[in-house]
């Protein structure tokens, strides 16, 4: 099976472009996100089958926003504007765009008329706004297809010229028809099929994982989560017995979790697994630091070094390291037009002078991708719907140094969360909750003593792939429990409180 044409989301900036490629794999096509400003020549080398140009949160009258070079719309491939891109598109191809000081922000009913693209939508229809300029006139050769009190072109379209635009966000939750609008655009406009399913993946995945690998031995940084025992199964699908999983204890895990780990593989599994114990070595190296950066890139080192230890005792050298990295994390560790948000031990925290070469058969894929990838493959569903945790595992729920004592308390809070969510029967409603442990001291009051501890922080999040994720409403009643425990159960914690922050502005973990 040969390499799927992708529709290309050109990335104006916020979390649009991101949201826009995971709707656009919801109707199961294959997508990707490339800079705004990636040269023609360059977007029609890589054959896509649409471009998408996403919204952003600048003015097209900005000194220096970003712009879109008008030789895109030459290359016959099918163009879809959103919002902002709408406005580059018309402002282009010659239409009129205008700050009229009427904005839309919010839910907003369109006016519909005959369109390929909202043909399934009905006359009046609900979608999501979120503009100040707006298209006053269309470019010469579209049609204009929808229409708002304060926005004379709120969708257009040359259909001759498979060229489309649209000034809400079919992307959003809050526009219910907004996948229709979509599907429209990749399945009539792009010509192209729903094709990119599980099957399909597990099919394109084994097929370069044996053009990569060759009968070259690998070994697989297992560490019980869906990514990488779905990896692991991947390349064992594609190389059989010349795959070996290491996994390293780092000391870092949550309470019990190395010993389940090795049990369910071993259940579940029938590759060779090295188990590795290195709590000394990782903890010895966090001695001292703070630094959240910094305690990624050692723990990142750490595990490489691990690796290269334990492949220079088995008889068959491997020359590859197969990892779980995913789309978001290649997208948040940073890029031309994404800024870093934190470095992920399996992209950014990798040393340059590492022995292997690396196999990573889920870069492309989200998180929910990767579970029904899990699911088509045959992983138990405690694999597959285990919360997501991340690499560095507990250093990172930690905000400061690392010792052994802050791990017990951060581990031990933790597990009562687990525990509470459970009993609660909230599992299945979160994407993850956790505890993390602050670095500050509060005073309190324990009996007839004054103490003056650490507080920690419970932070429980719902969310569809982690690009973008929501505080959960847990109830109140659950929330006592768990901070009732905490403090009687966990020695050095006397405070714990409650995050109430989404993603953005703040990221699901701390640090």
């Known amino acids: 099976m040969g390499e799927p044409r992708p529709v290309l989301v050109l990335d104006y900036g916020a979390q649009y472009a991101q949201l826009i490629a995971r709707r656009v794999r919801e109707c199961h096509v294959f997508s990707e996100i490339v800079p705004f400003d990636l040269p023609p020549s360059e977007i029609e080398a890589r054959r896509p089958a649409g471009l998408i140009l996403s919204g952003g949160p600048a003015s097209v009258y900005e000194p220096g926003a970003p712009a879109v070079d008008p030789h895109l719309f030459e290359l016959d491939i099918p163009v879809l504007g959103i919002c902002y891109g709408q406005q580059l598109m018309a402002q282009a191809l010659g239409g009129r765009v205008e700050h009229t000081g009427l904005r839309e922000y919010g839910r907003t009913t369109i006016s ?6 909202l043909q399934d939508l009905p006359p009046e229809e609900t979608v999501w706004m979120s503009h100040a300029d707006a298209v006053t006139q269309a470019p010469p050769g579209f049609a204009v297809t929808a229409r708002t009190e304060s926005a004379p072109v709120a969708a257009m379209e040359d259909p001759g010229r498979r060229l489309f635009g649209v000034q809400f966000h079919p992307e959003v939750a809050h526009t219910p028809r907004g996948l229709d609008v979509l599907k429209r655009f990749l399945y009539d406009g792009c010509d192209l099929l729903p094709d990119w399913t599980p099957a399909n993946v597990i099919e394109r995945a084994v097929e370069r994982i044996r053009l990569q690998v060759g009968q070259a031995h690998a070994l697989c940084a297992l560490s019980g989560g869906v990514d990488s025992s779905v990896a692991a199964l991947l390349v064992h699908k594609a190389i059989g017995k010349n795959l070996t999983c290491v996994f390293v204890d780092t000391g870092l895990m949550r309470a019990a979790e190395a010993g389940q780990v090795v049990e369910t593989f071993g259940e579940h599994f029938q590759v060779p697994l090295v188990h590795v114990d290195r709590e000394e070595l990782f903890l010895s ?14 723990i990142g080192e750490q595990f490489i070094r691990v690796f290269e230890a334990a492949a220079g005792e088995l008889a068959d050298q491997p020359r590859f390291l197969v990892q779980g990295t995913l789309y978001p994390d290649v997208i948040e560790s940073g890029s031309r037009t994404a800024a870093k948000i934190k470095s992920h031990h399996n992209v950014g925290g990798l040393p340059e002078d590492m022995d292997f070469e690396l196999v990573e058969p889920l870069r492309e894929l989200f998180k929910d991708e990767v579970r029904e ?6 992983l138990p569903e405690e694999i597959v719907w285990r919360q997501p945790f ?3 595992g507990l250093a990172v729920r930690i905000v400061g140094e690392v010792t052994r004592d802050r791990l017990a308390a951060v581990r031990g809070a933790d597990r009562i969360v687990q525990e509470e969510i459970r009993r609660a029967g909230l599992a299945g409603e979160l994407w993850q909750a956790f505890a993390v442990l602050l670095s500050v001291k509060t005073v309190g009051v324990m009996g007839d003593g004054r103490t003056y501890d650490n507080p920690v922080v419970i932070r429980a999040v719902t969310s569809e792939d982690a690009m973008t994720a ?4 847990i109830p109140f009643d659950v929330l006592e429990r768990m901070a009732s425990r905490i403090v009687a159960e966990v020695p050095g914690v006397n405070r714990v409180v409650y995050d109430v922050t989404s993603k953005p502005p703040g990221t699901i973990e701390w640090e």
């Open 112 to 117: 519909v008329t005959k369109s390929v693209l």
């Open 285 to 298: 190296r966090l001695e001292g630091v703070s630094d959240p950066e910094r305690k990624r890139s050692i």
């Open 373 to 378: 990838v899990g699911t088509e493959l045959g």
């Open 390 to 392: 991340p690499g560095p």
């Open 470 to 473: 929501d505080w959960a409403r």
